[in-house]
């Protein structure tokens, strides 16, 4: 089955810089790469989803790109905000399932 | 988007009782799944909930433990059974819509405690 990878575990940045978070997969048929957001006490929130036709979408300060030869996609957040500070997970999905496979959490904190 | 509201939002049980969470949604939609997530950790899928046909378990997770009801299009419960400590998580109701096959939206999800 999939196994999806991410890193790192805990992002500590300064408001206003960037923040990266990777992550790898092993399935080449996973075709859907979700990232959700979920705050202290809520249930994760989509943000932003990328298919495998597409190498980069943006939107906004939210920009997600996708490698599929290395199999690895990345979230960029830029000009990080406080309110940015959550937890973020990646996932990766085929058309002939229904499951997501999700990584195992990046801790982001932006430091005002 | 659609607006999923579970309850209960946390709950603490004694060893062995049961516990039905439940998921209702404002629209209809085809597909429900049910989530757990242990603190500090990731998103583990119970089972799929479609309605008119009984549950899809993942491996690891059996009806007799976690039953599911998915009555109609807008709702579904899961049951916790004969709870036990390693029972203590957090439990995910989320949906697929516009016809896609995989969940995208979740609830804020019921914290249940163990004791």
């Known amino acids: 089955g999939e196994n999806v990878e991410q890193h790192p575990s805990t992002l500590s940045v300064q408001e206003g810089d960037s923040a990266v978070i990777k992550c790898t997969y092993s399935?080449?048929?996973?075709?859907?790469f979700p990232w959700y957001k979920q705050e202290l006490g809520k249930g994760p929130q989509l943000i932003i989803d990328i298919r495998s036709n597409v190498g980069e979408k943006k939107d906004q300060r939210i920009a997600v790109t996708l490698n599929k030869t290395a199999k690895h996609f990345s979230l960029h957040i830029t000009e990080t905000q406080p309110e940015d500070s959550a937890v973020y997970f990646c996932?990766?999905?085929?058309?002939?399932?229904?499951?997501?496979?999700f990584g195992t959490g990046t801790s982001l904190t932006v430091i005002p | 988007s659609a607006v999923i509201s579970q309850k209960p939002s946390r709950d603490i049980c004694q060893r062995g009782t049961s516990l039905t969470i439940q998921c209702q949604v404002d629209?209809?939609?085809?597909?429900m799944f049910w989530y757990r997530q242990q603190p500090g950790q990731s998103l583990t899928l119970i089972a799929t909930?479609?309605?008119?046909?009984?549950?899809?378990?993942e491996s690891g997770f059996v009806i007799d433990k976690f039953p599911i009801s998915r009555p109609n299009l807008t709702f579904s419960t899961l049951t916790v059974s004969n709870m036990s400590p390693e029972d203590s998580s957090i439990y995910l109701c989320?949906?697929?819509?516009?016809?896609?096959?995989?969940?995208?939206?979740f609830g804020d999800g019921t914290r249940l405690s163990i004791l």
């Open positions: 629209s209809q939609v085809t597909m």
């Open positions: 996932a990766a999905s085929a058309n002939t399932g229904n499951q997501f496979y």
């Open positions: 989320s949906v697929a819509l516009q016809g896609a096959r995989q969940p995208q939206h």
């Open positions: 909930a479609n309605q008119g046909s009984e549950a899809t378990y």
């Open positions: 399935d080449s048929a996973s075709n859907y």
